[in-house]
């Protein structure tokens, strides 16, 4: 699998992303940065149940296939191809015209 890091600029959480390339899928997994309660009974037994939900420890994260991929793609490149955005509305109506999603829907 190919991984790329991304830590928030508040420095408090970081984004993992990795590329499957089997089956052709990105995951993406949110972790805390200096979380420092790792050891205590609570968190242990949330793993657990989450290994017996889901099969894997991680309940923060989603998987990407490649169409998603691409509306997330085009998402990002109208938000940076925009030269004056007023507020995030603006960008979200933008790109419903374009049938792209609006994830606050």
């Known amino acids: ?15 993992q992303l990795q590329y499957n390339e089997e089956d052709d899928n990105v995951y993406i997994s949110f972790f805390e940065l200096g979380q420092n309660n790792r050891n205590s009974l609570k968190w242990k037994i949330s793993q657990i149940f989450n290994i017996f939900k889901s099969g894997t420890p991680y309940s923060d994260f989603i998987i990407l296939d490649k169409n998603t991929r691409n509306k997330l793609k085009e998402f990002l490149e109208k938000i940076d191809n925009e030269e004056d955005i ?5 960008v979200f109506s933008n790109l419903k015209k374009d049938n792209i999603f609006d994830p606050r829907d």
């Open 1 to 15: 699998m190919n991984n790329e890091y991304l830590e928030c600029s508040c420095g408090a959480e970081l984004l």
């Open 86 to 90: 007023e507020n995030i509305d603006d």
